[in-house]
């Protein structure tokens, strides 16, 4: 029994216009069963043309499939790219490896930035402050991918394009990262079902939250980062392996990996919970156990050479702040700090609040004493330790200062409600200062080595000081360095909208 037929017949109207008529957006009266226009013409009339759409619509839809079925879900603009594929993933036939690395090919052909300048871009800008990657051994599994195609040697490669270009380039260039970006996240997802976890794993996640975190995707951003600690801790990287530090061999520069990657991670937490929730969302990756020895010198890390002087191998999350330890270290041991000034948005009791919120102080203040102490560059180059220092600070002074903040008494309120207002002054000031000196020396390619925690720590002083009420003109040092920060982070421009919607509410204010 023709079933349509009986359903067509039986109404005096079809449900939408005939193919003619809509093609030449002319009015159809949808008479079956055939339009009073179709009938004059003397042609037939199609009721039926969605049909075919539908039917040249499904021959996409293997490369939709479920992810279950061993397949990969990838946005209409991707679809291109696939279809020299199409015919080996529809039989399920082709080696996974092997797809993921001829996609992500194509995909970074399609950017047409040279595969050589994807690493050195990288390994010059965004491994300055987060160097989790060993560039020797990467570069040289890179080398390999042709004749040994591993899909999460690949998938990081794209990932480190994604991460360190530009995020306020021309349009077509910003259309093929987020096109890079879409590849990257799907494939992550796909690779963690058709195989088992990996480091390079791991690695593509703190990558992809960066850029997310860089671009504003909150909400992405603090799945991604909550995903990367589970696959962290799947493998281990929460426990430190205890490797002879004197004996620079293949398994040492492995173990030191490990150990970097799980310290990004414990850094790039409390940054996503800074930026993206805004201190709503509990950290995902807790605090090393005292003994996890913090990253040794990247010198020594990429090959054997003489300690700096004063630098102590083995270094761990107990040592003394005092004592000279890399710069990366001092980035885990300020996300410490920053860390527990975010966990006190938790403690309701107003005594103990004051209490632990002024020995955290304490420790800030020391630390960017011994920061700016051991590294004089620091106040012409605003680098990741000291911004998350600087941060921290001003984090404390704005729980100290907050209108929610448990009512002490109206003496000991004011009295901490006014140390609050002059050391986060302060600290404005002392950025601002750092700020006017990066100006006056920064370089377009200078600025973009501005690290996410300065973005992040600029923003937060600029959005301060309004608070405060600093003078427009004492800023201007933080709006100039988000301006230049903003051909490498979407984030920095965020920072200047929300900047500019306070300043017009102020100012309308009587």
Same mark, same amino acid.
């Given at each position: 029994m023709n079933?349509?037929?009986?359903?067509?017949?039986?109404?005096?109207?079809?449900a939408n216009v005939c193919a003619l008529c809509r093609s030449q957006k002319r009015k159809c009266d949808k008479a079956m069963p055939s339009c009073s226009r179709c009938q004059k013409l003397g042609i037939p009339c199609d009721y039926d043309f969605y049909l075919t759409e539908l039917a040249n619509s499904?021959?996409?839809?293997?490369?939709?499939?479920?992810?279950?079925?061993?397949?990969?879900?990838?946005?209409?603009?991707?679809?291109?790219?696939l279809q020299p594929y199409q015919d080996n993933v529809q039989g399920r036939r082709i080696h996974v490896d092997q797809f993921a690395v001829q996609l992500i090919?194509?995909?970074?052909?399609?950017?047409?930035?040279?595969?050589?300048?994807?690493?050195?871009?990288?390994?010059?800008?965004?491994?300055?402050?987060?160097?989790?990657?060993?560039?020797?051994?990467?570069?040289?599994?890179?080398?390999?991918?042709?004749?040994?195609?591993r899909a999460d040697t690949a998938l990081l490669l794209l990932c480190m394009y994604v991460a360190a270009q530009g995020q306020g380039n021309s349009p077509e260039n910003e259309n093929a990262q987020h096109e890079a970006y879409y590849i990257c996240k799907y494939l992550f997802s796909?690779? #963690?079902?058709?195989?088992?976890?990996?480091?390079?794993?791991?690695?593509?996640?703190?990558?992809?939250?960066?850029?997310?975190?860089?671009?504003?995707?909150?909400?992405?951003?603090?799945?991604?980062?909550?995903?990367?600690?589970?696959?962290?801790?799947?493998?281990?990287?929460? $426990?430190?392996?205890?490797?002879?530090?004197g004996n620079i061999s293949p398994a040492w520069v492995e173990a030191e990996e490990r150990r970097r990657v799980w310290l990004g991670l414990f850094i790039l937490d409390r940054l996503v919970m800074q930026a993206a929730t805004n201190c709503r969302a509990p950290h995902v990756v807790g605090v090393p156990d005292p003994t996890f020895r913090l990253p040794g010198p990247d010198a020594i890390w990429d090959g054997p050479c003489e300690l700096m002087r004063g630098e102590i191998p083995g270094a761990t999350l107990a040592t003394a702040v005092e004592m000279r330890v890399s710069y990366f270290a001092r980035e885990v041991q300020a996300s410490e700090l920053l860390g527990q000034a975010q966990e006190l948005i938790n403690i309701h009791d107003s005594l103990e609040l004051l209490e632990k919120l002024e020995n955290l102080e304490t420790k800030v203040l020391y630390m960017t004493k011994i920061l700016f102490d051991q590294t004089p560059?620091?106040? $012409?180059?605003?680098?990741?330790?000291?911004?998350?220092?600087?941060?921290?600070?001003?984090?404390?002074?704005?729980?100290?200062?907050?209108?929610?903040?448990?009512?002490?008494?109206?003496?000991?309120?004011?009295?901490?409600?006014? !140390?609050?207002?002059?050391? $986060?002054?302060?600290?404005?000031?002392?950025?601002?200062?750092?700020?006017?000196?990066?100006?006056e020396v920064a370089t377009s390619t200078e600025a973009k080595l501005v690290p996410l925690p300065a973005v992040i720590c600029t923003g937060m002083a600029a959005l301060a000081a309004l608070q405060v009420n600093q003078p427009q003109e004492n800023t201007s040092a933080l709006k100039r360095t988000l301006e230049l920060s903003c051909e490498k982070w979407k984030l920095a421009?965020?920072?200047?909208?929300?900047?500019?919607?306070?300043?017009? !509410?102020? #100012?309308?204010a009587p």
């Open positions: 079933l349509s037929g009986t359903l067509l017949t039986s109404r005096p109207f079809a499904a021959s996409s839809l293997p490369m939709r499939l479920s992810l279950a079925l061993g397949q990969i879900w990838l946005p209409p603009v991707t679809l291109e790219a090919m194509t995909s970074l052909a399609k950017s047409r930035v040279p595969l050589q300048d994807v690493l050195s871009v990288y390994f010059f800008s965004l491994q300055s402050w987060l160097p989790v990657i060993h560039e020797k051994s990467f570069r040289s599994r890179v080398t390999q991918l042709r004749y040994a195609p796909f690779l #963690q079902i058709v195989q088992p976890p990996s480091l390079e794993m791991v690695q593509c996640g703190l990558l992809i939250t960066v850029f997310e975190v860089g671009s504003v995707l909150s909400a992405a951003a603090s799945v991604s980062i909550a995903t990367c600690a589970r696959l962290g801790y799947a493998l281990g990287l929460h $426990v430190d392996q205890q490797k002879d530090f560059g620091s106040w $012409v180059v605003f680098c990741g330790a000291n911004s998350i220092c600087l941060l921290t600070m001003i984090l404390l002074q704005q729980g100290r200062m907050a209108e929610e903040a448990p009512i002490l008494g109206s003496v000991d309120q004011r009295r901490s409600v006014d !140390k609050g207002l002059l050391a $986060v002054s302060s600290t404005i000031n002392m950025i601002c200062e750092i700020c006017a000196k990066f100006n421009r965020h920072y200047l909208k929300k900047l500019e919607v306070f300043e017009g !509410k102020w #100012q309308a």
